[in-house]
């Protein structure tokens, strides 16, 4: 069988055991398009409709359950009902919602964040990512009075701040440049040339739309010395790595930027945006004085995202708790990487702790521009592959983990994905060029 004819055999079988998600297709189509309302969820020949989430667990409207380890693209860190989260939210509900001032809740949410974020002295609410990541970039903007910002190629910061050769038609038009993701002497050079003309680095310190691909210490050392150089912003979207250890990944690698942005499980499972950094910077935003930058958005400080926010991180994510949890995702990964060897699969997991991809070869990419085409084919089969056996990733074949897992859950995981991967890999070994430029575009 070709790689196609297994591909169009998985998804008919997918298909045939979810007749519900089916019909909600049909019927979302007639009035949003495409029956989509988030582009990244879409999947032929439709995606699960799901019914209810529990601990670690989804559940279809065909009746059928999965191991989460989708989710909600690193947002769904705490799982899906946890009774500290709910149990804030009820308090919150029974004060009150829309209260047209400030609550009960955003000094000690910002306090926290503020006291683990190293670059974070002051910080501002808003609703997203991807408004995080917009608020930094005018913060950067304004505060240099300069244009540009540099973004690295397949790089994603948003629904409105996507970055590839290729331009993309639903990107802000800033005045941005492109550089090589974990290529220290071409971007230092880039930088340089730049030089005062340059407002700001945005980068995220583990590449995730392209398969999770950390940057070298290195290159985030020489960014933060050369964004000094030319007086430039140095901005880490942590909006998902802010989950890797006890402060982000900016505490892990030690580099420090200028600002940074936040968002998804820090709003435990409500909208939730945030960007914070140097006082100095950050103090533009001070009503009080004559020339003030004014930061609006009716729900920034919304006391559902503010209460769940902080009895998450306070409670079930303070720095202890966030340190172990990397430990022991990162032992997973390790002892993922050894049963693959063991199986004798040429695959390797990239990523750090509790946010993984997996590529062909046993060597990760070092930049977007080096995964191979064949492990987004690979990912695809994988998917299917995994969800009938019960485990959910993400359509292009994200993993995140997620606190409620425990260690019988994670060899459980463990096992399903290197079994998926045994039945797939034969099929993506014998595809041919032409099946590869498909699956990329499906
Ligand atoms: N930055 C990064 C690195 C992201 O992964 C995302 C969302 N996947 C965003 C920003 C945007 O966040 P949101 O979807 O909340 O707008």
């Known amino acids: 069988m070709t790689a196609m004819d297994h591909l169009d055999s998985l998804r008919a079988g997918y298909a045939a055991r979810r007749p519900q998600s089916q019909n909600h297709q049909v019927r979302a189509r007639h009035v949003m398009p495409g029956g989509n309302t988030r582009s990244v969820l879409h999947m ?20 059928n359950t999965y191991i989460d380890c989708a989710g909600e693209f690193s947002a769904g860190l705490y799982g899906h ?5 709910l149990e804030a939210l009820h308090e919150a509900m029974q004060g009150g919602l829309v209260l047209s001032g400030p609550n009960r809740y955003e000094v000690e949410f910002a306090e926290l964040l503020c006291a683990r974020f190293p670059s974070v002295e002051r910080v501002r609410f808003c609703n997203s990512g991807t408004e995080a990541n917009l608020f930094a970039i005018q913060t950067a903007r304004n505060f240099t009075r300069r244009d540009r910002i540099m973004v690295f190629e397949g790089a994603y910061h948003g629904g409105v701040l996507t970055f590839s050769k290729v331009p993309a038609s639903m990107t802000v038009p800033f005045d941005w440049v492109m550089a090589p993701y974990n290529d220290i ?10 030089g005062s003309d340059l407002a700001a680095i945005l980068i995220e310190p583990l590449i995730g739309a392209a398969g999770n691909l950390p940057a070298h210490v290195d290159f985030l050392r020489m960014l933060r010395e050369e964004a000094t150089r030319v007086g430039a912003i140095l901005i880490f979207d942590e909006v998902k790595t802010s989950r890797i250890g006890a402060r982000g990944l900016q505490g892990e690698t030690g580099v420090t930027p200028d600002l940074t942005s936040l968002g998804k499980y820090l709003g435990a499972g409500l909208p939730f945006g945030a960007f914070g950094g140097r006082a100095d910077l950050m103090d533009i935003y001070d009503p009080s004085r004559a020339d003030a ?3 609006a958005g009716t729900f920034n400080n919304n006391v559902m995202s503010m209460a769940g926010g902080l009895a998450g991180l306070k409670h079930l994510f303070p720095p202890q708790c966030a340190a172990e949890f990397l430990t022991r995702t990162e032992a997973f990964r390790q002892a993922l990487d050894c049963g693959l060897a063991d199986a004798g699969l040429e695959v390797c997991f990239s990523g750090i702790g509790s946010m993984l991809s997996f590529h062909l070869g046993r060597r990760v990419p070092q930049a977007p521009t080096e995964v191979n085409p064949r492990s987004v084919l ?21 993993i995140y983990l ?18 998926a991967l045994s039945d797939e890999l034969p099929f993506v070994a014998q595809a041919n060029a032409g099946f590869q430029h498909k699956a990329m575009t499906s």
Do not use: W
């Open 81 to 85: 009902d946890d009774p500290v989260i």
């Open 378 to 398: 690979l990912r695809q089969l994988v998917h299917l592959n995994a969800l009938e056996r019960g485990l959910a990733l993400t359509p292009r074949g994200d």
């Open 185 to 194: 002497e071409t971007t230092r050079a880039l930088i340089r040339a730049q």
């Open 293 to 295: 930058l004014k930061h």
């Open 402 to 419: 997620s606190l409620p897992m425990d260690d019988a859950r994670l060899t459980q995981i463990r096992e399903i994905l290197v079994a």
């Open 44 to 63: 032929d020949p439709f995606p699960i409709v799901i019914a209810r989430g529990h601990a670690d667990e989804l559940t279809d409207i065909d009746g």
